[in-house]
C-alpha cells in the first residue's frame, strides 16, 4: 500500500481509502450486518488501508459507533475522517431527500462532541463540512469556529466534502482559498472528470489534498452494472438512468484497448488512471464485501499508466458529450 499526504496537513494516508457510509446504510443494494462491517473494517486495516472516511448523518451515527468499537484501542493506528453539517436529530431520513444542514458555531460543536463520543476518542484526524453550499463556505464565522476546535486539538486537518452529487466547482474553488482547508473530496473517475480535473488544478496551486469518491462510476467501471441492471428506487445510484448507463457502457468499450495493452481489467484501469493523474490524495472506492476490498486494495503500488496513454483518455472523454453538473445556484432553485 503507497500512502501520500493530505494536502498541507502532514497527515499520511493510504492511497486507497474506505468510505464507511455502506456499513451504516442499505444504499447501495445491500444492508451489512454489523458483524461482517467489522470484519470489512479489520480486513481492510490488515490490507495497508489506514484512512477511514466517514460522516455523523450515516445510518444516524452507527457509521461512526462501528468505527469506534473497531479501532477505539488502536487510535494511533488509523487516520479516522468524519464531518457533519446536516441536522439529522429526531427527522426521518426518507431516502437520499437532503436534510436541514447547520454549520453555526453551537451546533458544530454538539456535532463534533456526538461524533468523538461514538468514535471513542477525544479527536479526529481529519474533520469537515458535509456538503456546503456556496454561502456556508463563504461564511467566515464558520472557520473561525473549526480553527479554534482544532487549535483545542480537537481534530488536525480540515476537509470540504463536495455535494451530493457531482459538481460544486465554485463552491470546491473557493473552500481551496481558505487557508485552513486541507483537503477538499469530490466525485471523480474515468468517465466524470468535470470538474475533478479543475479542482486538482486548483489544489495543486493551494496545496490541498484531493479525496475522490465514486471511483467506480456506480458500479458501471467495475462491472456491477450492465445493460440488464435494474436499480431499486431506494438505492444511491437510482439518479443513473437507463440512457446514462448504455452511453457509460459504450464509453468503456472505448477505453478497453487502453486496458488491454496495459494488462488490466476495466476497474484496475479507473483506479491506475486516478492514482497517475497527481494530486490525489486517497481514491475512496464503494465497497459492500470484504472481497472488494482485497481487490481495490491490491490496485496501489502497481506502476503509473504512461502518458501517452493518460493523454489518450483525456482526448477521449473531451470527445465525449458533456453532463449536467450541480451547483449552489441549482439547489437554491430547487
Not at 445510484?237 to 468499450?253: F, N, T
Request: net charge negative; hydrophobic share 40%; glycine share 12%.
Amino acid at each position: 500500500m503507497r500512502y501520500n499526504r493530505l494536502g498541507k496537513s502532514g497527515i499520511s494516508v493510504s492511497e486507497i481509502g474506505f468510505g464507511a457510509w455502506t456499513i451504516a446504510l442499505d444504499w447501495w443494494g445491500k444492508k451489512i450486518p454489523e458483524d461482517e462491517a467489522k470484519r470489512m473494517l479489520r480486513r481492510a486495516y490488515d490490507l495497508g488501508i489506514n484512512f477511514f472516511e466517514t460522516g455523523d448523518m450515516y445510518g444516524g451515527g452507527k457509521s461512526e459507533r462501528l468505527l469506534g468499537e473497531v479501532f477505539g484501542g488502536m487510535r494511533d493506528e488509523v487516520v479516522i475522517s468524519t464531518k457533519y453539517g446536516y441536522d439529522f436529530e429526531g427527522v426521518e431520513q426518507v431516502g437520499h431527500v437532503e436534510l436541514p444542514q447547520r454549520f453555526d458555531e453551537a451546533f458544530t460543536k454538539r456535532a463534533l462532541e456526538a461524533s468523538l463520543k461514538r468514535l471513542r476518542t477525544d479527536h479526529v484526524d481529519v474533520y469537515g463540512l458535509h456538503n456546503p453550499k456556496l454561502n456556508h463556505i463563504r461564511d467566515d464565522a464558520v472557520f473561525r469556529t473549526l480553527d479554534s476546535l482544532r487549535a483545542e486539538g480537537r481534530f488536525g486537518a480540515c476537509q470540504v466534502a463536495l455535494g451530493p452529487a457531482i459538481g460544486w466547482a465554485r463552491e470546491g474553488m473557493e473552500a481551496m482559498g481558505r487557508p485552513g482547508v486541507d483537503a477538499i473530496q469530490t466525485v471523480y473517475n474515468i468517465l466524470e472528470q468535470t470538474p475533478g480535473n479543475e479542482l486538482l488544478e486548483g489544489a495543486a496551486k493551494n496545496g490541498v489534498g484531493v479525496l475522490v469518491r465514486v471511483p467506480d462510476a456506480s458500479g458501471i467501471l467495475t462491472g456491477k452494472v450492465n445493460a440488464e441492471t435494474r436499480i431499486d428506487p431506494k438505492d444511491h445510484r437510482s439518479v443513473r438512468k437507463g440512457e446514462w448507463i448504455r452511453e457509460s457502457l459504450g464509453k468503456v468499450e472505448q477505453l478497453r484497448p487502453i486496458a488491454e495493452r496495459n494488462g488490466l481489467g476495466i476497474a484496475e484501469l479507473a483506479i491506475r488512471f486516478i492514482l497517475s493523474r497527481g494530486g490525489v490524495s486517497s481514491v475512496l472506492p464503494t465497497v459492500v464485501d470484504t472481497d472488494e476490498i482485497e481487490q481495490f486494495a491490491a490496485m496501489s503500488g502497481g506502476a503509473r499508466l504512461p502518458e501517452p496513454d493518460m493523454r489518450e483518455i483525456r482526448e477521449l472523454f473531451d470527445s465525449w458529450p458533456g453532463y449536467e453538473l450541480k451547483s449552489t445556484v441549482q439547489a437554491a432553485g430547487a
